[in-house]
């Protein structure tokens, strides 16, 4: 069975390698509904905020070879891809010497970046990311990063206000993000976690075809029972049911019958080890995250406006469909002890730059990432 998962993540992990890319509509408006299985299994579509140093090194390995994980894991939507603006403002400054450096084509490097990262990244506006989001051991830690290397310090806010996956090979940007007890090793082996968050989304994916689809298909069957009870007579749904089964074990044979009970078996096993390793993956991804306090903390030292929008921003950051009005965000946010009514999350979104507004009322978290001119 074990094979089997495996078997079924190569088929998938092959077939999203030659996806077209999926970036913002002409409203700057990011596509949602390919995350619905991700959304629908775990809780959302987990974030990854991305430093420049790894997506220099991202294009270099694409540049030689295939599409890379980061792409075909956000394309296919199982992760979230987030930048801040220092970050694209880096990656332009410095990609014709990158491209020089590691011997390929500045043309090479440019069109790999066009074509398949830069549709993908959600950019947040450096000034945007008020470190009075943060909590006060939060603030400490930027604080202290602020004081050696103030360019990364946009990146660490943006990723401890989400809560996302940091990729960044900057040790002490990657502190300030963990605290100071990180395992920098463990996360220099964030391609595993990477993966991890892929088949974590194709697994869920798998789960919502293999028990969302059947469930549709029942959910449909109760409402037909109940239409006919209530327009007809309560007896006419169950003679029906008894006509069918009848009719059905008429034409069917013993044999094919012990077939089908088989079969049926078999893919609740599946189903069932598909959903065990779905949940190893989830964790193992969501661990790398970043670590957010818990609401109740925040509330006791944050100010109300700052602790809703903080809230609003880790939720939009992850919802399965993009983007949302504020009545429906509203709806998912957590408890935080504060009020959250539709009209105090359309003010927050509306005065925090980094909430976008693609259609009239309707919002995402981050940009398009600019399209520069190549040099």
């Known amino acids: 069975m074990a094979r089997r998962v495996q078997d079924m993540l190569l088929h998938m992990h092959y077939r999203h390698a030659d996806e077209p890319i999926r970036g913002p509509d002409e409203q700057g408006a990011f596509p949602g509904w390919q995350q619905l299985g991700a959304g629908l299994i775990g809780g959302g579509v987990p974030p990854v905020v991305v430093d420049a140093n790894v997506l220099r090194n991202e294009i270099r390995r694409a540049c030689r070879g295939q599409r890379t994980v980061l792409v075909t894991a956000t394309n296919a939507g199982a992760i979230r891809l987030f930048a801040a603006s220092h970050v694209m403002a880096e990656l332009h400054e410095h990609d014709e010497r990158w491209a020089r450096e590691s011997t390929v084509s500045y043309a090479d490097f440019q069109a790999r970046w066009e074509a398949e990262y830069r549709p993908l990244v959600r950019e947040v506006r450096d000034g945007d990311l008020s470190p009075a989001l ?6 400490e830690r930027v604080e202290r990063l602020a004081a050696v290397e103030p360019d990364d310090v946009p990146s660490v806010i943006l990723s401890l206000v989400l809560g996302a ?14 605290g100071s007890d ?20 194709e697994l869920g994916k798998s789960l919502f075809v293999a028990g969302g689809v059947p469930l549709a298909g029942a959910a449909g069957i109760i409402a037909l029972t109940r239409w006919l009870a209530q327009r007809f007579s309560p007896w006419l749904p169950v003679s029906l049911g008894v006509g069918v089964v009848g009719a059905l074990r008429g034409r069917i044979s013993p044999e094919r019958w012990q077939s089908l009970r088989a079969a049926l078996s078999d893919l609740g096993e599946l189903v069932a080890h598909i959903s065990s390793q779905h949940q190893v993956a989830l964790e193992h991804f969501l661990q790398a995250a970043a670590p957010t306090p818990a609401w109740k903390e925040l509330a006791q030292s944050n100010s109300a406006e700052m602790l809703l929008a903080r809230a609003c921003l880790h939720t939009l950051a992850r919802s399965p469909t993009s983007p949302l009005s504020a009545s429906e965000l509203a709806e998912f946010l957590p408890n935080l002890g504060i009020g959250r ?9 509306r005065t925090n730059g980094c909430f976008a507004e693609p259609y009239r009322g309707r919002w995402q978290v ?10």
Not at 167 to 178: C, I
Not at 182 to 201: P, Y
Not at 341 to 349: D, H, T
């Open 165 to 178: 996956f940091f990729l960044s090979e900057d040790a002490r940007a990657v502190r300030a993000v963990y």
């Open 182 to 201: 990180v395992d920098l090793e463990a996360h220099r082996g964030w391609l595993d976690v990477l993966k991890a968050g892929g088949d974590a989304g």
């Open 341 to 349: 009514g539709e009209k105090l999350v359309r003010e927050a979104l």
């Open 366 to 375: 981050g940009y398009p990432a600019e399209e520069r001119p190549a040099r």
């Open 134 to 139: 943060l909590d006060p051991a939060e603030r």
